[in-house]
Each structure stands twice: as C-alpha cells, then as structure tokens.
T-cell receptor
Framework: DTGVSQDPRHKITKRGQNVTFRCDPI?????LYWYRQTLGQGPEFLTY????????KSRLLSDRFSAERPKGSFSTLEIQRTEQGDSAMYLC????????????FGPGTRLTVT | QKEVEQDPGPLSVPEGAIVSLNCTYS??????FMWYRQYSRKGPELLMY????GNKEDGRFTAQVDKSSKYISLFIRDSQPSDSATYLC??????????FGKGTRLHILP
C-alpha cells in the first residue's frame, strides 16, 4: 500500500497522559498536513510541513500540541496532558509540491480521552 | 457565516437514482474546489477537484462550480449502495488552507 498510513488507528488514554501519533506520507510528497475532525464536522487544519520545516500552525493548536517531521519523511504529533476535549479523529494528509488542492488523507487516529 | 456551508442531511435516495449534493461558499476569491468521500471511521478520499467555474466529469461523478452564485455541486449517476458515505465539499482559501464543509451523509437504498 503506497498511500498515507497512520499509527495507531485507535488510542484510548486517561486525562493528563501524553500521547503520540505517527504519520507516514506518500513517499514522494514533500508536504504533510495534520487535521482534527470531530463528530459531524469536517476536518480542521492544525499544522503543515514542507519537507522538515513546520511552516504554519493553526491557533487551534494549543501549547500542549507539538508536531515534528525530523527528516522530511514521517511526522509525529504529540499531545501532552490530554484533556477530554482532545477526543477526536486526527488525520494526516500529504501533497506534492504546490498541488495543495490535491491532498491525500490517511485513515486517521481516533483518540478517546477518558 | 462559515466559509463553506453544506447541508448535513441525511439524504436517502433509491439505488440507481441521480444524486445531487450541494454546497455554498462565502469568499469570491476561492478558486479551487474539492469533493471528498468519507466512509464511517475512515479518512476522507479525494474524489475530484475543479478550478474556477465549470464542470468536471469522472466516471459516474460530475462536479460543477458556479462562481456567480458561489455554488458547488456533485452529481452521482446510477447511484450504488457502495456510494453510501459522507461527502465533504471543500475549497482552498487565500492562505492555501483547505476549508471543509461539515459533510452530507448519503444513504443509497437498495
């Protein structure tokens, strides 16, 4: 499978714990995006990378959230001190160059904070 | 006013019917428009994108953009039960961010 992959697919954690998610984009894609989607809503942009550089972060991304893409390949999204409001589907997408309108999504990581 | 608005449905149609899904957007500067299909508990799948006004066809799917009325449509011909999913319309804003609608849940009845 040469699409975008995410791991884990599901994560249940207790409030206050830290969690980390991984995304592997399509191999030749240099842009990588993170989104959050809650029930009944469309995905909302969180942050994106061009190669290893994080170019923009949404104001939705509080200080408890951090993302990295150390070698311009896979990316990780970490949430520290999780809160119940962090429960959502976290989606990763990738695109090639300037074709921002042509983003391909992974299956998502569903986070439940109890 | 949200930048991209979409009726959440659900929309139920019999198998074989033509489905019409619609969105409106608020910013006349938007130029790229996308349709994604999302099955339950899966990530969105890009169906097609269009640039500016006009139609684009791909198999049973036709996307239509009317910039004069800020209206986006997706038509599905010969609908199948496997088309049952949530359909998300989206547009690219001036900051190169994809703005999604809330999605319309579609049920194709066998």
């Amino acid at each position: 499978d040469t699409g975008v992959s995410q791991d884990p697919r599901h994560k249940i954690t207790k409030r206050g714990q830290n969690v980390t998610f991984r995304c592997d984009p399509i191999s030749e894609h240099n842009r990588l995006y993170w989104y959050r989607q809650t029930l009944g809503q469309g995905p909302e942009f969180l942050t994106y990378f061009q190669n290893e550089a994080q170019l923009e972060k949404s104001r939705l991304l509080s200080d408890r959230f951090s993302a990295e893409r150390p070698k311009g390949s896979f990316s990780t999204l970490e949430i520290q001190r999780t809160e119940q409001g962090d429960s959502a589907m976290y989606l990763c997408a990738s695109s090639l160059g300037g074709a921002v309108y042509e983003q391909y999504f992974g299956p998502g990581t569903r986070l439940t904070v109890t | 006013q949200k930048e991209v608005e979409q009726d959440p449905g659900p929309l139920s149609v019999p198998e074989g019917a033509i489905v019409s899904l619609n969105c409106t957007y608020s910013n006349s500067a938007f130029q790229y428009f996308m349709w994604y299909r999302q099955y339950s508990r899966k990530g969105p799948e890009l169906l097609m994108y269009t640039y500016s006004s006009g139609n684009k066809e791909d198999g049973r799917f036709t996307a239509q953009v009317d910039k004069s009325s800020k209206y986006i449509s997706l038509f599905i011909r010969d609908s199948q039960p496997s088309d049952s999913a949530t359909y998300l319309c989206a547009s690219l804003n001036r900051d190169d961010k994809i703005i999604f609608g809330k999605g319309t849940r579609l049920h194709i009845l066998p």
